[in-house]
Nanobody
Framework: VQLQASGGGLVQAGGSLRLSCTASGRTFSNYAMGWFRQAPGKEREFVATISWSGGSTDYADSVKGRFTISGDNAKNTAYLQMDSLTPEDTAVYYC??????????????WGQGTLVTVSS
């Protein structure tokens, strides 16, 4: 599976962005999709995940109520809608495909990352 993340950019605090992750190479619907992020000098951390069926989702406490993960198997694409952004959300965001869960070691395939910068 090859993953291509897009949609990052510069946004003011309180604004919104929608990230996309398009998969190719194998059957997208066999995998859970996750989003992780890594801020400068910090470890890569879990943000959100969605099961292959779309029936289960999970979020990091820091983004609950602000971010929404969704998927479209017909388009082989997962999305991360990010609202009410704060400067603390500034990071490189990575999408990943693998087994459902919050641990990055569960994910076998990773995209290249897309930078999100939130200005105050």
């Amino acid at each position: 599976v090859q993953l291509q993340a897009s949609g990052g950019g510069l946004v003011q605090a309180g604004g919104s962005l929608r990230l996309s992750c398009t998969a190719s190479g194998r059957t997208f619907s066999n995998y859970a999709m996750g989003w992780f992020r890594q801020a400068p000098g910090k470890e890569r951390e879990f943000v959100a995940t969605i099961s292959w069926s779309g029936g289960s989702t999970d979020y990091a406490d820091s983004v609950k109520g602000r971010f929404t993960i969704s998927g479209d198997n017909a388009k082989n694409t997962a999305y991360l809608q990010m609202d009410s952004l704060t400067p603390e959300d500034t990071a490189v965001y990575y999408c990943a495909a693998g087994a459902y869960g919050i641990t990055k070691h569960l994910y076998y395939y990773w995209g290249q990352g897309t930078l999100v910068t939130v200005s105050s």
